[in-house]
């Protein structure tokens, strides 16, 4: 079946660092699967951080960016400079199908990541 | 943004039991999910539901648990009766749309936790 492998966490890391999480992924039923970055706030649901479905783009969002590689099946995810803010559980996820119900998304086990002042 | 609330947040409850866990998707929301989180594993996919159906569901989703969403009122995921191993927090999402691929965004609630005894 599908699956998808994260760094494993918890990451720490300074305000104004760098951050990246490294996401693969393996997808049996096709060959571009849409990919997804969720991050979950302390307390909250998870919510859709960036989404990219066609090979080769970049998606990004509030500073972060993921770049969807089919040739190393990657979409890891960066920040050039983190604020405390993004201290919360990412997670990669994919979605392999394309008929006309929806979507059962295949999760990493997520990246918890905490930043300090 | 849209909200999914999730209805209590930890339940417990004693081996062979009923529980129902509730789900409030967002308003105008048409497609509904559950999935299943084990402590230090992969979040996974249960099941999906549309206009009153059961539209996919995976080799988790037991004969002991049942969806409905009664007069547009709370998605639920019923378990009877629980086992231990269904002691995991259970995440509600919804989306507007379907399976058109990257379309459907899903929306998660805070999950649910549950503790079977």
């Known amino acids: 079946g599908d699956?998808?492998?994260?760094?494993?966490?918890?990451?720490?890391?300074?305000?104004s660092e760098s951050l990246i999480i490294n996401c693969t992924y393996s997808a049996t039923s096709i060959a571009y699967p849409n990919l997804f970055w969720y991050v979950r706030y302390p307390g909250e649901g998870l919510q859709l951080l960036l989404k990219v479905i066609t090979a080769g783009q970049k998606g990004s969002s509030r500073g972060f960016?993921?770049?969807y590689n089919k040739e190393t099946t990657s979409f890891h995810l960066q920040k050039a400079s983190v604020q405390e803010s993004d201290s919360a559980v990412y997670y990669c996820a994919l979605g392999d199908r394309v008929d006309n119900y929806a979507q059962g998304l295949t999760f990493g086990l997520g990246t918890r990541v905490s930043v300090f002042p | 943004g849209p909200k999914v609330l999730q209805i209590p947040s930890h339940q417990i409850i004693d081996m062979g039991q009923m529980v129902t866990l509730n789900c409030d998707p967002v308003s105008n929301h048409l497609y509904f999910y559950?999935?299943?989180?084990?402590?230090?594993?992969?979040?996974?996919?249960?099941?999906?539901?549309?206009?009153?159906?059961?539209?996919?569901?995976s080799k988790l989703f037991k004969d002991q648990f049942s969806v409905e969403r009664p007069d547009g009122s709370y998605f639920t995921l019923k378990i009877q009766p629980t086992a231990l191993e269904d002691s995991a927090v259970y995440f509600c999402a919804?989306?507007?749309?379907?399976?058109?691929p990257g379309q459907n965004t899903l929306y998660f609630g805070a999950g649910t936790r549950l503790s079977v005894l």
């Not at chain 1, 699956?3 to 305000?15: D, F, K, N």
């Not at chain 2, 919804?94 to 058109?100: H, I, P, Y």
């Open chain 1, 3 to 15: 699956s998808v492998t994260q760094t494993e966490g918890p990451v720490t890391v300074s305000e």
């Open chain 1, 65 to 67: 960016e993921a770049t």
């Open chain 2, 34 to 57: 559950w999935y299943k989180q084990i402590l230090g594993q992969q979040m996974e996919f249960l099941v999906n539901f549309y206009n009153g159906k059961v539209m996919e569901k």
């Open chain 2, 94 to 100: 919804s989306s507007l749309l379907g399976g058109a």
